[in-house]
Nanobody, 115 residues
Framework: QVHLVESGGGLVQPGGSLRLSCATS????????MTWYRQAPGKQRELVAG???????KYADFVKGRFTISRDNAKNTVDLQMNMLKPEDTAKYYC?????????WGQGTQVTVSS
């Protein structure tokens, strides 16, 4: 069974920062494509940032220049550093692990940007 555990969400003021972390097992981390998604109330889940083929990163246009995805091979974690947060970034953020026909999701962590 694949476990993805997200942490780091919370309430932050506009312009503030948060760092999300997704932890998983070593075998998943080394093989699966790891990606962060988010879903706001009433909206579809959307890709935020992820890794393609190992270490190549991709970002949604709406987070470019503000968010940075990184991976820690020693800890088997994928982090999402979120800076200059906006109220429209408010959503539940999910970690995804994908490999071939296999697709796994974490339970999500809530990010709320509000003054």
């Amino acid at each position: 069974q694949v476990h993805l555990v997200e942490s780091g969400g919370g309430l932050v003021q506009p312009g503030g920062s948060l760092r999300l972390s997704c932890a998983t097992s070593a075998d998943i981390f080394s093989i699966y494509t790891m990606t962060w998604y988010r879903q706001a109330p009433g909206k579809q889940r959307e890709l935020v940032a992820g890794f393609i083929g190992g270490y190549v990163t991709k970002y949604a246009d709406f987070v470019k220049g503000r968010f940075t995805i990184s991976r820690d091979n020693a800890k088997n974690t994928v982090d999402l550093q979120m800076n200059m947060l906006k109220p429209e970034d408010t959503a539940k953020y999910y970690c995804n692990a994908h490999y071939g026909p296999y697709d796994y999701w974490g339970q999500g962590t809530q990010v709320t940007v509000s003054s």
